[in-house]
């Protein structure tokens, strides 16, 4: 199986995307460690690391638990060590999808707000990449993949064609951007190495529980991307070559350009009744609909 052998932690995997790429990696043969804040079921979404871990051991792999609130920097400075220790080794994929996302207009956003978006968005993908890289470095190898969204980009304009909602999504946008920025940075620096970081953007709308609670009523059919495919974009960078990285890339993009096969999120033929990646009204949308976690 591609990933036998391989240890991975995948941050936001209570429910998902990051539960769907925590699967499709345990499907595939990896050990996982589920990194999350909800631990048990009963929180205000439907999800939690105990249910995510009881779906991914019908695998057969080794699969963990850390419980962390990834916007507190104690918290957060313990899970790559004690995801070695779970799995008896060090790291070798790590998944950033774990994101805050609070809307609000700009003009009376509280840094408080602010802060705990940048934490979790920016600082905490930073601080584990930063635990997990010695190990990777001194392996010759290792895949980091920060999941980010296409509210990074600009707004063309004036004047402005703004979606729902609109630029209330500014500071977790900025955040993004600072994500795929320290991206960059990272793969450059790490070029060499061995170690690939990427950064992946949904093309479209992925309705996870909470995309749906947030903004699940102001999108259309046509601008929604299935988990399945999202993941696929994900999945094919835990496993690219030493030469990609430093890379901002599209879920459906990489699938056009890599000739990928969508699979399910238990790795087996996925059959998918609607999407065609060359339609329209998605590319339409490539820089107006948002992603979360």
């Not at 779970?86 to 998944?95: A, K, Q, Y």
């Not at 190898?141 to 980009?153: E, H, K, L, P, Q």
């Not at 999108?219 to 835990?238: K, N, S, T």
């Amino acid at each position: 199986m591609r990933f036998e052998g391989r240890r991975a932690v995948v941050t936001g995997s209570s429910r998902g995307i990051g539960a769907g790429v925590a699967e499709r990696l345990a499907a595939e043969g990896a050990d996982v460690v589920l990194v999350a804040r909800t631990l048990a079921p009963g929180g205000q979404l439907p999800g939690s690391l105990e249910e995510t871990t009881e779906r991914l051991r019908r695998y057969g792999g080794r699969v963990e638990m850390v419980v962390a609130d990834l916007t507190d920097p104690e918290d957060r400075s313990q899970v790559i060590t004690k995801a070695a220790e779970l799995l008896g080794g060090p790291i070798d994929i790590l998944v950033n999808n774990a994101a805050a996302a609070i809307y609000q207009p700009l003009v009376d956003y509280p840094l408080r707000r602010r802060q705990l978006t940048f934490e979790a968005n920016v600082h905490a993908p930073l601080d584990l990449m930063q635990a997990a890289i010695p190990s990777m470095v001194e392996a010759g190898a290792g895949w980091i993949v920060n999941v980010s969204s296409a509210t990074a980009r600009h707004h063309e304009g004036p004047p402005f064609e703004l979606v729902p909602p609109g630029t209330s999504m500014a500071v977790y946008g900025a955040s993004k951007a600072a994500l795929n920025r320290i991206t960059h940075g990272m793969g450059a620096e790490l070029y060499g190495t061995g170690v690939r970081v990427n950064t992946v953007q949904p093309r479209a709308a992925v309705l996870s529980e909470g995309a749906t609670a947030l903004v699940g009523a102001t999108v259309r059919p046509d601008q929604i991307e299935a988990i399945e495919e999202m993941v696929e974009g994900v999945l094919a960078l835990c496993d690219c070559a030493a030469d990609v990285t430093g890379q901002v890339c599209v879920s459906l993009d990489l699938i056009d350009q890599w000739n990928l096969t969508t699979r399910g999120l238990d790795g087996k033929p996925w059959d998918n009744p609607g999407r065609n990646v060359s339609d329209e009204p998605r590319r339409n949308v490539l820089n107006k609909i948002e992603e979360l976690s």
